[in-house]
């Protein structure tokens, strides 16, 4: 499990105590553990594992396939995919074909499971080799739904809310991104130190004056600055304060 105050990936150029690190979150005692992003190139995690499987078989794929999945440990190990020949399978008394495919797990102990598919997507079986565990459907499924405009099916499933903070590519994207904007904007602030004494100025005009309305003062304040603005009284929007609330001595 992985604490959502340790799910962000490392950006190559962060300095944690070391390239990976972990820890035992000490509000529910759940492990979390924290990588770098280029151990990660070419990660696949186990949902989208079954969508690549799927999608293999329905676009006719043929070629063996690389990438990197967690393994028993948390560790990163190499996973390769590869086709296996197609046969016809009986089911509620219908014959179709199915395509395989085999995964294999690069662990300390590698790990091999061969799962067919229907022509359509649909996962007909899977087993891992060597263990007595065998899954099966029992019946036909509902064939998927076939986009006229194209050479392939795809499942409806409806639009679904994004829940991006629960992602964890999206939410370590988020990080990045958030840390990036901040570190340009305070480099930007520190490069121009006239800003902070021009923002300063405004404030101060604007509670001493207090207009009613503000828009319109900030529009007269700023305008100053320009040397192709109208010539106008300055402060013009400012006139109509409560002369009650200035303290006469």
């Not at 967690?70 to 390769?80: K, M």
């Not at 901040?182 to 207009?211: N, W």
């Amino acid at each position: 499990s992985i604490h959502p105050e340790h799910r962000r990936l490392l950006s190559p150029g962060a300095s944690p105590p070391c390239p990976r690190s972990s820890g035992i979150n000490a509000d529910d005692g759940k492990q979390w553990y924290q990588r770098r992003v280029r151990e990660m190139v070419h990660f696949i995690s186990e949902g989208a594992n079954i969508v690549l499987q799927r999608l293999a078989v329905v676009l006719g794929m043929k070629s063996r396939m690389s990438f990197k999945a967690l393994g028993v440990n948390n560790s990163v190990v190499p996973v390769t995919y590869a086709m296996l020949e197609s046969r016809s399978i009986s089911v509620q008394n219908v014959t179709l074909d199915c395509v395989g495919v085999e995964r294999t797990l690069e662990d300390e102990e590698p790990t091999t499971w061969q799962l067919y598919f229907l022509n359509d997507g649909h996962m007909y079986t899977r087993s891992q080799i060597d263990s007595p565990v065998y899954m099966k459907i029992k019946s036909l499924p509902e064939t998927f739904l076939k986009d006229e405009e194209a050479d392939w099916v795809f499942p409806d499933f409806g639009k679904g809310r994004l829940n991006w903070e629960d992602d964890l590519e999206m939410y370590s994207l988020f990080l990045d991104r958030k840390e990036e904007l901040k570190e340009d904007h305070v480099s930007y602030m520190r490069r121009h130190p006239e800003l902070k004494a021009i923002l300063g100025d405004f404030l101060q005009f604007l509670l001493m004056r207090k207009p009613s309305d503000v828009i319109e003062f900030a529009a007269d304040f700023f305008s100053s600055y320009s040397s192709t603005a109208e010539l106008k009284p300055t402060f013009a929007h400012s006139e109509f304060v409560n002369k009650s609330a200035i303290r006469t001595e």
